[in-house]
């Protein structure tokens, strides 16, 4: 199974900007990739995915016009560029590999990595 390490976190002020990467121990070429987030007490919500052919992207309704999804397959990587950032943002993000045909389902992803936490100040 593929292994997921996540990146990028940090401390940023309301209105920044910070991007997450996700490298992959293997190719993923022929998966989708998500991104989803966890707060405190809260259960965890799809952020954003990426078809395997990239042509494709999707988004949660709270980061729409703020965050950008995309990927290099050269570099086994996905990225996560948020822009203009709000203290409802902050979160622990993590990304997996999509397993089943459900864009924002959690259930159908899988090799979930460890986590990069996001917090944003007011």
């Known amino acids: 199974q593929v292994q997921l390490v996540e990146s990028g976190g940090g401390l940023v002020q309301a209105g920044g900007s910070l991007s997450l990467s996700c490298t992959a121990s293997?190719?993923?070429?022929?998966?989708?990739m998500g991104w989803f987030r966890q707060a405190p007490g809260k259960e965890r919500e799809f952020v954003a995915a990426?078809?395997?052919?990239?042509?494709?992207?999707y988004y949660g309704d709270s980061v729409k016009g703020r965050f950008t999804i995309s990927r290099d397959d050269a570099k086994n990587t996905v990225y996560l560029q948020m822009n203009t950032l709000k203290p409802e943002d902050t979160a622990v993000y993590y990304c997996?590999?999509?397993?089943?045909?459900?864009?924002?389902?959690?259930?159908?992803?899988?090799?979930w990595g460890q986590g990069t936490q996001v917090t944003v100040s007011s």
């Open positions: 293997e190719r993923t070429f022929s998966r989708a």
């Open positions: 990426i078809a395997w052919t990239g042509s494709s992207t």
């Open positions: 997996a590999a999509q397993r089943g045909f459900r864009i924002g389902v959690i259930d159908d992803y899988e090799s």
